[in-house]
């Protein structure tokens, strides 16, 4: 069983910053690459920030500069740190991986459960 744990939504003003983070956690053999993904009320959910084995990023158009997707191998974490937030940043924010457990062998795609940023203008 493989479980991602998200923390670290809230509500702040524009112009600050949050940090995400998101915790796998399970009979993990290996992680291929880590995500976060968010969708506002009424909108498609989208790629927000990815970050693959090797390191290397790519992140949205809207988000560039402003967002840093980062992972720490040994603790199976991601983390999105958001500056310069704007309220159309307000999301629900979700991580995703893509890992090979123990039980499958075989690449699968996990999700957390979301966490919720709301930023005020």
């Known amino acids: 069983q493989v479980q991602l744990v998200e923390s670290g939504g809230g509500l702040v003003q524009a112009g600050g910053s949050l940090r995400l983070s998101c915790a796998a956690s399970?009979?993990?053999?290996?992680?291929?690459?880590m995500a976060w993904y968010r969708q506002a009320p009424g909108k498609q959910r989208e790629l927000v920030a990815k970050?693959?084995?090797?390191?290397?990023?790519n992140y949205a158009d809207s988000v560039k500069g402003r967002f840093t997707i980062s992972r720490d191998n040994a603790k199976n974490t991601v983390y999105l740190q958001m500056n310069n937030l704007k309220p159309d940043d307000t999301a629900v924010y979700s991580c995703?991986?893509?890992?090979?457990?123990?039980?499958?062998?075989?690449?699968?795609?996990?999700w957390g459960q979301g966490t919720q940023v709301t930023v005020s203008s």
């Open positions: 995703s991986a893509r890992i090979v457990s123990h039980t499958r062998l075989m690449e699968s795609d996990y």
């Open positions: 399970g009979s993990i053999l290996s992680i291929a690459a």
């Open positions: 970050i693959i084995s090797g390191g290397s990023t």
